[in-house]
C-alpha cells in the first residue's frame, strides 16, 4: 500500500511549533507537557538508510558515539542476508553481511541483532528454522574479533535439542562477554532431561565471554508470556532482566528481575496492572539503565484500556515509582527506552492514528519524572510487517531510530536522528 499525502511527517521544526502552541494552550500546566517542554525541544531528523528494499527487522545498539544497525534484507529465492553498519561521524559505512541463508527464521516481533561486547568484540545472533519447520527453530550466536569483517562459527546456547521454539533474545556484558536471555519452549515436548511436559514457555539465560567459552543454562522462569520480547540492561550492581510475566491466573504484567552473585533474583512485577488475558499479545517491555537509575517501558491494556506506561527506579530495580503515562491516548505498544547522558529517558512507541495508520512518536522524560513533549518521528502503519522501532544513544545523547517502512510497495528500513537541544541552542 502506498503511504497518501496527507499522513507525510512535518518538518522538525513545524513539529517544534506545533508541539510548542500545544503547550502555550495549555497554559501553566506543565504537568500535562512537560515542565522541560519550554527549555528541552526534540529535534527529528531522517537520515539516509543503509538498508536496500525488502529489508526489515531493524535493530540498533551503541558503543561510544558509534552505533550499530542489524536488519534483515531479503534476496530473492526466499533467501535472507543479516546485514550490518556503523554510524560514525554523521554517517553510515556500507553494508557487510554478517550470514545469508533460506533457513532465517524472519518474523516481524522476533529479530535478530548486533551487539558490541565489553572488550571490543562484536556478537550477533539470528534464528533458524528446524527440521521439522513450522514453530521448530532455534538461536545461531556468532562473534567477530575484528569489527565484523570475519566471524566465527556459530553458537546455539540452547542444548536440549527439541524441534520447538527459542527465541526473542536480548543480551547484557558480564565481564568480558555477554549475556543471551530467551524464551525457551522446550517445556512444549517432553524433553531429553526427562522433565514433564507443560505446553508451557520458559525463560533461560546463558553466558559467554571474548573466547567463547559458555556457562552453564539456567532457568530464570518456568513460566512466562509465549511471544513478548526481553530485555536486558546493565546497572552499578549488576544486570537486570524485564520481560512478560504470566500467572496461574493469566495475569501477565511486566516483571523485572535482578542478577547477583551469578543467580537471579525471584524478581517483583514493576506495576500491578492486572492485565488478564488469554493470549499472548505480541508487545514486550523494554528496560535501560545508567549507574543505579533503570527505567522499564511496557504496554499494557488492562481493564481494555490500551497504555503505554514508564516507571522509574533509583536503586538498581530494587523498587519503582508510580507509573507514568507516556502515550497519546490510542497506542500499539512495540516500546523501546534509552537512558540519556544527563539522566533523563526517551520512550518510543507505535501510537495509532486512525484505520490502518500510526506513528512512531517518542517523548522525554527528565530525571525528576517529570514529561516533555513528545513527537512524531515518522508516520507508519499498524500493521504488523511495521515490526518494533528501535532506539540506541550515542554518547553525545543524540538518539538514533529505525523502523521498518510498510507504507510503499517494497518494505524496507528507515532511520532518523534525534538531536534533544535546550533553550541556549546545545545538546545535551
Not at 108 to 125: I, K, Q
Not at 354 to 371: F, N
Request: aromatic residues 8%; hydrophobic residues 40%; glycine residues 14%.
Amino acid at each position: 500500500m502506498r503511504r497518501p499525502a496527507v499522513h507525510l511527517a512535518p518538518s522538525p521544526t513545524l513539529r517544534r511549533i506545533g508541539a510548542g502552541l500545544a503547550c502555550l494552550l495549555a497554559g501553566p500546566l506543565w504537568v500535562a507537557c512537560g515542565v522541560d517542554a519550554p527549555s528541552v525541544t526534540l529535534v527529528v531528523e531522517e537520515v539516509a538508510s543503509p538498508a536496500g528494499e525488502g529489508s526489515g527487522e531493524p535493530f540498533l545498539s551503541s558503543a561510544g558515539d558509534t552505533v550499530f544497525m542489524s536488519w534483515l534484507e531479503a534476496t530473492g529465492a526466499g533467501r535472507h542476508e543479516l546485514r550490518f553498519a556503523t554510524y560514525v561521524q554523521g554517517a553510515w559505512d556500507v553494508p557487510r553481511v554478517i550470514a545469508a541463508s533460506d533457513r532465517f527464521f524472519v518474523n516481524w516481533a522476533d529479530f535478530p541483532s548486533v551487539t558490541p561486547g565489553p572488550d571490543g568484540t562484536l556478537w550477533a545472533h539470528w534464528l533458524e528454522r528446524g527440521a521439522e519447520g513450522g514453530y521448530d527453530y532455534g538461536i545461531r550466536i556468532v562473534r567477530s574479533g575484528d569489527g565484523g569483517a570475519t566471524w566465527s562459527a556459530p553458537w546455539t546456547p540452547h542444548e536440549d535439542g527439541t524441534p520447538t521454539e527459542h527465541g526473542f533474545v536480548s543480551t547484557v556484558g558480564t565481564g568480558d562477554g555477554l549475556g543471551f536471555l530467551w524464551l525457551d519452549g522446550r517445556r512444549f515436548v517432553e524433553g531429553p532431561d526427562g522433565l514433564p511436559r507443560t505446553e508451557e514457555m520458559a525463560l533461560y539465560f546463558r553466558t559467554a565471554d571474548g573466547t567463547g567459552h559458555a556457562g552453564s543454562e539456567t532457568v530464570v522462569d518456568v513460566r512466562v508470556c509465549d511471544c513478548c520480547q526481553t530485555d536486558m540492561a546493565l546497572t552499578a550492581d549488576g544486570p537486570v532482566a524485564v520481560y512478560r510475566d504470566r500467572s496461574e491466573g493469566e495475569i501477565r504484567d511486566i516483571r523485572v528481575r535482578r542478577y547477583r552473585g551469578g543467580a537471579w533474583s525471584e524478581g517483583e512485577i514493576v506495576h500491578e496492572d492486572g492485565w488478564e488475558t488469554a493470549a499472548c499479545p505480541v508487545n514486550g517491555p523494554a528496560v535501560a539503565a545508567r549507574g543505579g537509575d533503570v527505567a522499564v517501558a511496557g504496554f499494557t491494556a488492562a481493564g481494555g484500556v490500551p497504555s503505554v506506561k514508564l516507571a522509574l527506579s533509583d536503586d538498581a530495580a530494587e523498587s519503582f515509582g508510580e507509573p507514568l503515562l507516556v502515550d497519546g491516548g490510542n497506542p500499539a505498544g512495540r516500546v523501546d527506552v534509552v537512558m540519556l547522558p544527563d539522566g533523563a529517558v526517551l520512550v518510543s512507541w507505535l501510537e495509532r492514528t486512525g484505520g490502518e495508520w500510526a506513528e512512531v512518536r517518542a517523548r522525554r522524560v527528565g530525571p525528576d519524572g517529570r514529561m516533555g513533549e513528545s513527537v512524531s518521528v515518522s508516520p507508519s502503519s499498524g500493521e504488523r510487517a511495521s515490526g518494533f522501532p528501535r532506539l540506541a544513544v550515542s554518547a553525545d545523547g543524540s538518539v538514533s531510530v529505525a523502523w521498518t517502512d510498510v507504507t510503499e510497495l517494497a518494505p524496507r528500513v528507515r532511520v532518523a536522528r534525534i538531536d534533544i537541544e535546550t533553550a541556549d541552542g546545545e545538546g545535551t
